[in-house]
Each structure stands twice: as structure tokens, then as C-alpha cells.
């Protein structure tokens, strides 16, 4: 049966990266987009088309940094209507509308979506994309694609739009690319959140590009309760560690983070074991837990919860270090000066490390992992506070490339 279900996947993907390569969801989409548009237009929101959510803290994160760096009314565009929560500081300026045909699927489905797209781009000042690590076709070649034609179809028809700081591997699908490159020719921000995935877009000829850093290094908020609540008032000091659930899929992790732990706690540290996406594709609970089973020691606590953005940055804001197979807890972590060895995948943390200069940080996940990552550790912990040290200094810098990232705010303009 897994077989089977393997074999349909990957069918679903080279038919899905046909469609992107070909650009037949484009023709159709504009079309139906055109006929769907009003010809007089207020603009009077803002509208986010987000990223999958639903047990995803980072993206959770990106999308509760937008709310928190803009003003006026938020439209937000979900796959389901469950996949962001909208804190209760933003609820009453905020509409969340579960479109799930728009980004993913087909026939009726997607045109009834198109046509309300447009429907809700007529009472937009802005149009803004989230792109993080979901357009150049790594996961979803069609899903990146359409992605970038929404933001075109939103220039097109007058309104400011951005695609909002995303990484850019340098193999990029073809089909997701070109999408890109037609977005760009429309005049769609495309805003790259690291130098390295600044040259590889030029490299790929991308027009249009903006660099900018990641939009959750501009969030507000910060929530030590959780923290309080496992590790106490006085919590000592502590580590925490991600042990990610995409990269269980290659390694057996659980062998090379028990030694990593176990490093940690020779140090004199507790170590906090945190789910960073906790769903079923790519499930940091089990892959934390199995780390659990294997070290079985007091002072290792499993967070068994998902946690809100704001928790995590509580949780990080006093810990010595974090290990993590996941860039948006490194970013988090970062964003309390903490320094954060971040396993690459996918190629979108090297420029990331490269922001703050803590290239080193930066390691492949795969065979031998514990031994290549103690040594750095225990390097880290003698030399913690030059590490904290240059990422403070570097961070200012950083906010000001991340508030880049958000639209202004909306206008009373009518557009024939």
C-alpha cells in the first residue's frame, strides 16, 4: 500500500510540474480573473495569500509578523480554515477565508476560487504573497507557480503587490521560474530574505528583486509563560533542540541527536526538546519524542503542545543555545541574540547564517551528524557570548532589511 501511495505522489508531482513548466494554469487563470474583475475598484485592504500552516509554527510566525507590521484591514487566504489563528490583538481588522482550490486545486474548484480572488483584489491596497521556502518548486512545482501568478494577476490589475521574503535554492523548477519571471515582468515585488538567495535569483535572471531578511525578525511579541510553566521561574541554564520530522525522513536522527543531548547535559545544561511542525507530512512530535526515548533522562522535557510564535521566542529569549533542524526556530531563537546551529536543507539557511556571519553555524543533516555537531558545540558553549555578541550588533541591521517586507497602508483611491 505505501508503495502504491509513493507511486501516486510522485505521478501527482511530474503532473503538477508539467502544468508548471507549460504555464497552462496561467492562460485560464487570467482569463477567468479578467472577466472576474469589477471594473471600479475601492481599495481598501490588505490581502495575504498564506503559506500551508496548520501545525506549522514558522508559518504561523510569518503571518502574525504581517499582522503585527501593518495597519487597516487583513484578508488572510488559507487552504483551510483552520490553518492560521489569528491573535486575539488582530482579530477584529482581520478576515481569514479558506480558499482551497486557489493554490491547490483544479477544475471548478479552482476557477470558483479565481473568480473570488479577483472579487477580493478589487477591495485591495495591497496584495502580498507568503513565500518563505515555497516558491521555487521543492515541494509543490504547480503550488509554487500559481503562487507567483497571483501576485502577477494582482499587478496587473493596478494593485501594489510583493512576494514576501522568500529563500531561492539555485535548482529551481523550471515551471515556478518562469512564473516568477512573468510576476516580476508585471512589476510584483519579489523579495529575497538572504544575500545568497539574492545572487542566485539574479543569477536566474529574476527582475524585480528587492533584498530584504526574514519578516519575523520585525515581530513584537515575546511570552516566557510556557517556559515558566516546564522549566520554572529559575530555569538555570538550558538548551533547546529541534530534532525536524523532514529531515527524519533521510537520517536516523534519533541515533545522532541522543549523543547530541547527551553532550549538552555533560555541559551541565536541561535540554528542552521542541516541535517546531507538528502535522502529519513532517512530524517534529514523533522525531522529538523518539530523542526523548532514547536519552530518558530528567532533565530533558518534551514540549507535548504546539506552541504560539510568541511562546517560542519566550522559550528561547534565556537559553544558552538552540539546535535546530528547522530555519524559523534559528530565526526566532536569533531574534533574542541567541545563537542557533541550524541543520541546511534545501539550501535556504547559508544565507540566513550569513546575515549575522555565523556561517559555521550552518550544517548538512545526514550520516555522522553528532560527530561533526559536538565539536561545534562545545566550541559554541566556551565561545558563547562572541556568538550572541556579533548576532546583536548584526540585528538591527536585519529589522530594518525585514520591515522591508510589509505593504503601507491601505488608501481610500478608486481605480476605473
Known sequence: MKRWRRV???????????????????AADRRLFRAALPATRERAAHLLVAPPG????????????FLENTAGPVTVLTRRADDVVVPAAHRDRTTVEALPGLVYGDGADHRAAVRRFAALVALAASVS???ADIMDGAYNARASARRGDLAGLARDAGVD????????????????????????????????????????????????????ADMVF???????????????????????????????????????????????????????LLPHVVRASADDAVACAAVAERVADPRV?????????????????????VVTGRMH????????????VTLSTQGKVEGLMRLFGTDDLCLEPGAGLAERMVPLLRDLVADRETYAARIRDRLPAVRELSARNFPAGPTAARTP
Open 161 to 212: 503587490a510583493r512576494i514576501l521574503g522568500f529563500s531561492w535554492n539555485g535548482r529551481a523548477d523550471a515551471g515556478a521560474r518562469r512564473a516568477l519571471r512573468r510576476a516580476a515582468a508585471a512589476g510584483t515585488k519579489l523579495l529575497l530574505r538572504d544575500p545568497v538567495s539574492v545572487r542566485r535569483a539574479q543569477e536566474d535572471s529574476l527582475a524585480n528583486v528587492v533584498p530584504v
Open 8 to 26: 501516486g505522489r510522485a505521478i501527482a508531482r511530474a503532473r503538477h510540474r508539467a502544468a508548471a513548466v507549460a504555464g497552462l494554469d496561467r
Open 218 to 272: 520585525s515581530a513584537r511579541t515575546a511570552d516566557t509563560g510556557e517556559r515558566d510553566r516546564i522549566l520554572g521561574a529559575d530555569p538555570g541554564p538550558y538548551a533547546v533542540v529541534n530534532a525536524s520530522g523532514l529531515v527524519a525522513r533521510s537520517i536516523d536522527q534519533a541515533t545522532e541527536y541522543a549523543a547530541i543531548v547527551r553532550m549538552l547535559l555533560d555541559e551541565g545544561m536541561r535540554v528542552v
Open 54 to 65: 496548520g501545525g506549522n509554527i514558522g508559518d504561523q510566525a510569518m503571518i502574525e509578523a
Open 129 to 131: 504573497v507568503v513565500g
Open 329 to 340: 526556530l534559528a530565526i526566532q531563537a536569533m531574534w533574542s541574540h541567541v545563537p542557533a
Open 301 to 321: 522535557v518534551l514540549v507535548d503542545r504546539v506552541l504560539s510564535p510568541a511562546e517560542v521566542r519566550g522559550l528561547c529569549h534565556d537559553a544558552r543555545l
